[in-house]
């Protein structure tokens, strides 16, 4: 059941984040994050300490989310249906330093749910 919980969480997560890219991939824009502060102009907000990263090029794009007190940073892109994910410091969010890809290109070395 717990795992069940987990993966609905995620599922969840990663829908939202789907449409946010969504909606960002439209409007042509390049990178985008999202805490519990701010959204830019968007009338969204993450829960505390969770945060979203998204990149677009305008027609696609790829997204990393996580929990600041989590173990693990989950990915999504545009051109596909698997969902990444890579092990990370707990207590510390996942270091974007780098990460601009708008398709599966930095999850290259990142497991596949």
Not at 81 to 95: C, D, E, F, L, M
Request: charged share 20%; proline share 0%.
């Amino acid at each position: 059941m717990k795992m069940l919980k987990k993966v609905l969480k995620v599922s969840i997560g990663i829908a939202c984040a789907c449409m946010l890219c969504v909606s960002l991939a439209m409007a042509d824009t390049s990178t985008f994050t999202c805490t519990s502060n701010s959204c830019g102009s968007l009338d969204f907000r993450c829960s505390k300490n969770v945060r979203i990263v998204c990149n677009s090029d305008g027609q696609n794009y790829a997204a990393i989310s996580d929990h600041k007190s989590g173990d693990k940073v989950y990915g999504i892109t545009s051109g596909s249906s698997v969902i990444y994910y890579n092990t990370k410091t707990k207590g510390k969010h996942y270091a974007t330093d780098g990460f601009d890809a708008t398709d599966t290109a930095d999850f290259a070395n990142w497991s596949s749910l």
